[in-house]
């Protein structure tokens, strides 16, 4: 009697989302470095439930509709081909795992427009799975709403950290790739209140507004 199966690839995504992301902050982290990557000039993160509800928007330079779609498989990535690109990496990103992982585990609103486009693209997933999309109205950029983290994982829930915690390390972690990106505008909303905010406007600034 055989008794090796492979796992079906939702649950062996659910399984790769553990390792990515651990917590709220581990998941911010990675979409920060998503837009840093894009090119963005001005990020802007809101969060709520402790990070288990979050907005972030950038103004990168955006995904096209088959981009979109691509960009929650596993190994998608538009950082790296070959094997020769992992030994000259400029990104934060080349792993291709970040969004599939959040998008496994969570309910994500995605929508994007790049420059050559008329309009931009929405799309609704669940679990990881696409359960809508649709043309937006949108400027050139990407935004990812992401609410119930870990809906579908209530292991992984049960063992987050008091929501002031994560409050405090999400801040850590932001106000650490403000100061080490001190060209972008940075914007931080805790639960509907400015936390954090850079004008992009070199280290100094960033320094001065960030510690006062
Ligand atoms: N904010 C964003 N703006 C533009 N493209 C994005 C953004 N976030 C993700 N992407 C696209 O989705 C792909 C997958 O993202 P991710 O899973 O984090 O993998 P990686 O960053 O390792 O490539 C990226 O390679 C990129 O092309
Ligand atoms: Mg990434």
């Not at 538009?78 to 080349?94: A, M, P, Q």
Request: glycine fraction near 8%.
């Amino acid at each position: 009697m055989n008794r090796i199966r492979i796992l079906d690839e939702s649950v062996s995504n659910a399984i790769a989302a553990g390792e990515v992301v651990e917590n709220p902050t581990s998941m911010i982290k990675e979409l920060i470095e998503n837009s840093l990557d894009a090119g963005s000039k001005e990020i802007k993160l809101e969060v709520w439930n402790g990070g288990l509800d979050i907005s972030i928007s950038d103004s990168g330079c955006g995904m096209s509709k088959e981009d979109l779609l691509l960009s929650i498989e596993r190994h998608a990535t538009s950082k790296i081909l070959t094997k020769e690109d992992l030994f000259n990496i400029r990104t934060y990103g080349f792993r291709g795992e970040a969004l599939s992982s959040i998008a496994s585990v969570s309910k994500m609103i995605l929508s994007s427009r790049t420059e050559d486009m008329q309009n931009g693209t929405q799309m609704n997933v669940l679990g990881g799975k696409v359960t809508n999309l649709k043309d937006t109205q949108r400027n050139v950029g990407t935004q990812i709403e992401i609410k119930d983290l870990f809906y579908n994982t209530p292991a992984r829930k049960k063992f987050l950290r008091k929501e002031n915690t994560e409050y405090l390390n999400i801040k850590d972690v932001f106000l650490r790739e403000a100061l080490a990106n001190p060209n972008v505008k940075f914007i931080l909303n805790i639960e509907g209140k400015e936390s954090i905010k850079t004008s992009g406007n070199g280290i100094e600034n960033a320094i001065l507004e960030i510690f006062g």
